[in-house]
Nanobody, 126 residues
Framework: QVQLVESGGGLVQPGGSLSLSCTVSEGIFNIYVMGWYRQAPGKQRELVASIKTGGFSNRGETKYGGDVKGRFTISRDNMKNALYLQVDSLKPEDTGVYYC???????????????WGQGTQVTVSA
């Protein structure tokens, strides 16, 4: 069973920084995309950043959502099966629960599926 565990959230003042981490359990046949989403109170879950980890021509390609480009940086460590999100210059509107997600195949013949972590709270407030 796939497990994604996020850490690194917390309370930070506007302009501050946090480093979010996500560890992914082993035993997965292939991971194609890893990403971070967030959900603010009363709002829909939205893409923060993603990175392609499968394929050959676009492996490492990143995508950022909203206004986070230039402030947030997504990265991964394939050896550790880990995903990171460096969040800088935080604004109150960045507040929300941040979720780690992957698109993966558990075994060769299985379809690609989405897997989600439980989330880590980020609160930006003075």
């Amino acid at each position: 069973q796939v497990q994604l565990v996020e850490s690194g959230g917390g309370l930070v003042q506007p302009g501050g920084s946090l480093s979010l981490s996500c560890t992914v359990s082993e035993g997965i046949f292939n991971i194609y995309v890893m990403g971070w989403y967030r959900q603010a109170p009363g709002k829909q879950r939205e893409l923060v950043a993603s990175i392609k980890t499968g394929g050959f021509s676009n492996r490492g390609e990143t995508k950022y959502g909203g206004d986070v480009k230039g402030r947030f940086t997504i990265s991964r460590d394939n050896m550790k099966n880990a995903l990171y999100l460096q969040v800088d210059s935080l604004k109150p509107e960045d507040t929300g629960v941040y979720y780690c997600t992957i698109v993966a195949k558990m075994i060769c013949d299985s379809p690609r599926e989405d897997y989600w972590g439980q989330g880590t709270q980020v609160t930006v407030s003075a």
